[in-house]
Nanobody, 124 residues
Framework: QVQLVESGGGLVQAGGSLRLSCAAS????????RGWFRQAPGKEREFVAA????????YYADSVKGRFTISRDIAKDTVYLQMNSLQPEDTAVYYC?????????????????WGQGTQVTVSS
């Protein structure tokens, strides 16, 4: 079992920044990847970014490239999402996800554990 706890969400004006954190605990050895997904009201959960845990390779959705940065702190077992130039369309609940095995980084079904989510609201 892996427990994931997100923090850092909130309300921000368009053009602003937020930094999300996701702290992991439990059986986190041999982590393959951690990812961030988001879900807006009435929409499906969508991929935002992922990091391959051992080597730090990063992957992004086209909609956030150049604005968001995913990073990890292995010692703290924490993954971060730095979000800059936020826009109203970024408003969603953001979820952290964990998986043990390799696969597609952008498919939610490839991840086994999820956090409870943190709300990000961007006002225009």
């Amino acid at each position: 079992q892996v427990q994931l706890v997100e923090s850092g969400g909130g309300l921000v004006q368009a053009g602003g920044s937020l930094r999300l954190s996701c702290a992991a605990s439990g059986r986190t050895f041999s982590t393959n990847a951690r990812g961030w997904f988001r879900q807006a009201p009435g929409k499906e959960r969508e991929f935002v970014a992922a990091v391959r845990w051992s080597v730090g390779s990063t992957y992004y959705a086209d909609s956030v490239k150049g604005r968001f940065t995913i990073s990890r702190d292995i010692a703290k077992d924490t993954v971060y999402l730095q979000m800059n130039s936020l826009q109203p369309e970024d408003t969603a609940v953001y979820y952290c996800a964990h998986r043990y095995y390799s696969g597609s980084y952008s498919h939610p079904n490839e991840y086994s554990y999820w956090g409870q989510g943190t709300q990000v609201t961007v006002s225009s």
